[in-house]
DNA sequence: CGGTATCCATGTTGATACTG
DNA sequence: CAGTATCAACATGGATACCG
């Protein structure tokens, strides 16, 4: 189990936070390709699977997203030594910790879609 | 105390609610409105003053945001029959309904802070 | 005071073609 | 297969001027 850590943070820097937060969440397809990541955690899930089961996403678009993933520590690259070379993307262990927040997310937007409706 | 909603929701309809939190949580200028408005709680906060405020908002973007926080229900607007007339924004009781979700954003966004530096 | 209208700079995304 | 390069389209936001 983990130390909670006790947190004091300025305005701006729970806005600095909160930024940091969304530019994962907050984007087009990072949360689409980590879901899919996620719900396939059994199965090699390669850049052109990937880009099939994304629906809409380009390569372009793909593969700037998954290298952002990477360098935040969220997904995996692994280069299979297969001929033609395919190349492997998974969710970490820390990667998993999205999930929670979606969730918050997911009950305030079906909460409030009733409200407003 | 509000009944406990059991939801069940398809991956698609989950997505449709992050995107709607998102849409209010996930722009430039709403947080910092909501959060404005928030600690000023007791102040009389009219367009000009909010305008002060909030760094660098135009008139523009402060008046469209402040529309849709009050089509979302998150935000009163009250015109005064002052000479000239001000007008007057408040947080609704149900806006506050933000502040929850956003402490999640503030705590992962921290956390992740931590993670990759 | 509390906005709206207009025009423009910028960044983000898509389409297509191409490479190792 | 797994990308990159290039160009075009579009959305977002800022600056300025103006109105009731």
């Known amino acids: ?3 909670p850590i006790k947190r ?5 820097q729970e806005l600095a936070a ?3 937060s969304l530019e994962i969440l907050g984007g087009k397809w990072k ?3 980590m879901r899919y990541l996620n719900n396939h955690i059994d199965e090699k899930n390669t850049f052109k699977k990937i880009q099939r089961e994304v629906e809409g996403i380009s390569a372009k678009m793909l ?3 998954l290298r952002e993933l990477e360098i935040n520590l969220l997904v995996t690259r692994t280069v299979m030594e297969t001929r033609p070379v395919t ?3 998974a969710m970490t262990e820390y990667g998993l910790s999205v999930f929670p927040v979606t969730e918050t997310l997911v009950d305030w937007g079906l909460n409030h879609r009733e409200k407003i409706k």
């Open 1 to 3: 189990m983990e130390t």
């Open 8 to 12: 004091e943070a300025t305005c701006e």
């Open 18 to 20: 909160i930024r940091d």
């Open 31 to 33: 949360l689409r390709i």
């Open 63 to 65: 593969s700037k997203e």
């Open 87 to 89: 190349v492997n993307y």
